[in-house]
């Protein structure tokens, strides 16, 4: 009973925080979907594609039930799954994450809790390397929400949209936000001056 309880609660988060990664490409620019947002590249529709990948991995090759759709090999990883090609559209790569969650949740609901799986990719070494569904769920979820909050950050950087989904968005008050950021960065300073 408990087991069905926290798979379920489980499961739930995992949906809500998928939805929350798509938003946070609404509206914006094929440009801005892409382009690098940090030094090293970081880009929301390559968090996408990511993320993607990694559910197909974990829900998928871990429990024997491998992605129809071809995936990179893990051994060859090389970077390309963090952003889109030219030749990738925003489309396609958005139907992947999709597919591959449907596919997820039917791992999900198929299996029990305690169901085996095995990360060939983990090294030897690791225990967990032999593990089962509870410890791949909370694996997936927490790099989704981890890159959910990765997309936040950048979203906000591009044009100030905040928040985990449309419903809970806000007008964004320019002066508001202006005047806040200024009170942080003086409690810096001030701290700065204590300290030093």
Known sequence: MIDDFA??????????????????LDGLSECD?????????????GLVKHVANVEARYFGEVFDRPSPEPLPRWQDADG?????AEDETREQI???????????????????????????WWPESTPARHTNLFAIM???????????????????????R????????????????????????QAARTAAQITA
């Not at 979907?33 to 529709?45: D, I, V």
């Not at 969650?101 to 169901?115: G, H, K, Q």
């Not at 909370?138 to 100030?160: F, M, N, Q, Y």
Request: aromatic share 6%; proline share 4%.
């Open 7 to 24: 798979k379920n609660i489980v499961h739930e988060r995992l949906r809500r925080d998928r939805q929350a990664l798509l938003w946070k």
């Open 33 to 45: 979907a892409r382009r690098p947002l940090t030094q090293t590249g970081t880009n929301l529709l």
């Open 80 to 84: 390309s799954e963090h952003w889109a």
């Open 94 to 120: 958005i139907g992947f994450y999709q597919r591959t969650w449907e596919r997820s949740d039917a791992t999900i609901n198929e299996l029990p809790f305690d169901a085996p799986g095995h990360v060939p």
């Open 138 to 160: 909370l694996h997936v979820l927490s790099e989704t929400v981890r890159h959910a909050g990765h997309a936040d950050i950048l979203r906000e950087g591009l044009d100030g």
């Open 162 to 185: 905040t928040g985990a989904r449309a419903e809970h968005g806000e007008q964004i008050d320019e002066e508001a936000r202006a005047a806040y950021r200024a009170k942080i960065e």
